[in-house]
């Protein structure tokens, strides 16, 4: 995108750019319960254990260092300074662009664009709508973090959660378990015989995450991924085929494509689901986040909490002042 | 009608009971009437005395015994326990859950295997007494239960977190609305109507919803409700002396599940059985999953913690002591069981983390000596810095973390090869190979024959 920030820059930001109503109140709410970590050299978040009485002092603190990365704990400690007596942790998703394992754009391993933004600005809207709408979870932010989006949730139920809990939940919103399909018959009498069904047919709850996400992922194949379970020929035929997605005809597409190999394309879909977003992330309760306001110096991007998330455009609101004053055959094309 | 007290220990019948019971001097008496109400019990074994549990501690102790026999004996048969699920018991079961919850409060730490195996068993019980009444009785019954238990037409999911969290019950096996579980029909109706085209929406809820789904939350919640109050008497131990017929009682449920488990221990299964290649042995390193073969080489500084304290540690205790343990679940099993002395562990398993830890970049107890602590305490011996059987059971035996676990927290080590296909735990793969191993044999000496002489205990 635009390249990695000078010093100079990232000087200019901070003093001229950077104010402290950037900082969303959910960060600036509890501020000194919290830990700061901090990248001075572009080498990872070294500078840690920081805690600041109030943002005010962090103010000052960024001002004066301009540092190439800063990050928040998701923690609350009583302790910050030591990371000691926990309390409780906001609940992330996080989504990165570079690593969706399904990208309809043409970038690069690593790279960003337009595109994969924007995809990734819709799974994230689409993980929401299920944390809001399904689970009936409160007080969800969304940041743009530079290369994709950062979901923080601050549900109390959910910052009490241990690690397991919040994998469960992860699954089940990623759409990462192939949903059940074999349940017992009611009728005492006909104990023997299940019922079966195949998730598409179940248009509510559980089943109905789990088709939405498998129809997103199809229809944004471009057929050159290594999919585990997916060989080329099977890859070929869902291409081939995905067109009676477009009208929900699910059946044909699975009679197209048989009932075995259909099986496989349920079951690695549920991985792909789960590798959509960074796991290790979201079981963390100790984890530090990029701080929304600062900057993305590897990128020159800013951090910034997404307040219209239907269509959020990062590069209206998330470029800094000093990428567009670059002499012009700098400022990166939008690859 | 059938009472909640048939089902619910905790609801205000069955508190009555409990409270009208203050002489606990009684518990070792021949009861009468206990005897009659077993004797009348349809289909109940009869044919020895030693079926009939003629006081409360009996009772007590048979009610262990059923579930141990009802999970591991092949042989077992329902008319030995047929008391266990005529509703006249009620009264009995009532007294006899209290008393055995304190017993165990007192004499084991959270979480021991003792501990867990009534809560296991008391669900069971709630499953075996719902299948014995009929459809119209179990559905008014499980309606009050769930009541009494503050959940009617739906509930919000998170009131039940900590049964999701302990995967009693999936997330996703549940249907979720709008932060709510519709358990109701009417509920389910209401929200889902236009959606089933072609299918009675009514049917759809027998199937999807029905009873299945409000048992298995009432069974958890009871469960759970169990724990804690077994977690609320140790909270106030200290405080109340517990009666003397509690302490005795406790002595003989430790006897009891000792003997019990002894007799049903897979520990040393047979060569010739199936599942009979879990016997246990000196580790195989070529045995190894992918997985481990790269812990073991050593982990770079993003998760190395995971990969050596929760993943090595499991996988290596396991893999040593117990490889059966999920074809034996619910078996409730502690190092000691099987290393009695503490000898293999000290000698073979933890040299073998510990190297691993050194492995690392940068080493791992060079900056965090604690993680030490942290891998004696996933073996089970509490936050201590060597295993000693004094602490024994202070922790839980971390079970070996699945591969679908490993694919989260730790992707980079997952690289999967032939040996893969079809499991879902690097334990199973080690058991997998290993066979393969010896049947081809390619075993190191001391692992070919079954009986391997340095192991100890299980006898
Ligand atoms: S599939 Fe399982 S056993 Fe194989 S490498 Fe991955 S985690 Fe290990
Ligand atoms: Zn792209």
Redesign the pocket.
Known sequence: MFGKSSVKERKQFYREEWNLKDLPDFITDELPRREFGFDHYGRGPNDRYKVFKNPDFLRRFLKSKSPFAAYISIAYYRNPRSREDWQKAEYVFDVD?KDLPI?S?S?DEG???E??LGQSLEIVNNLIDTLDGDLGLKNIHLIYSGRGYHIRILDEDMMLADSDLRGEVLKYVAGATVPKSSYPNPDPSMAASNFNFQHFTLPIGYHKIFTDRVKYNIQHLKGNEKIDGINPKLLKDIIKFRHFLDEDAWGLFKGNIGPRRYNNIVNAMANVNLATIDAKVSIDIKRILRLPSSLHSKVSMKCVEVENRENFDPFKYAVPKFVHERKDEEVAVKK | MVESSFLNPFCDEALNIVRNQADLSIVFDVDSRLVDIISFSPHQNLSDESYIPENIINLALKRIKWYIERKNNKEYNSHDYAYLFVEDISFYDVIVFHLTAQAIAYKFNFNSREMRLFVQSQGQIIEDRLGSLMLSEKRELTEDILGELMVSGTVEWTFLKDIISSKKLSLTDLLIDNGEVILDRDEFIYRFEDKFEDRSVSKMYDVLVGDNVKEEVLKNLIMQKTEEYIQNIQEKSHLIEPHPSILTLADEIEKTIDEEMTKYSTFYANVNSPGGYMEIGKLVKEAFPPCIKNTIEGVSSGGRNDAIVLFLTSFASYARLYPGIFANEGANIKVSDIDKNLDITEREILPLIFEAADNCTPPLFEDQPQEKINIISKLGFGMHSEVSLEHEGETKWYTPMSCEKVKIHLPQLCKKDKGCKGINNPLSYYTRAKWNLKKEGKLPDSNQSGNNSNSSGGD
């Open positions: 662009a990208r754009c970038c790279e960003v664009c595109e994969c």
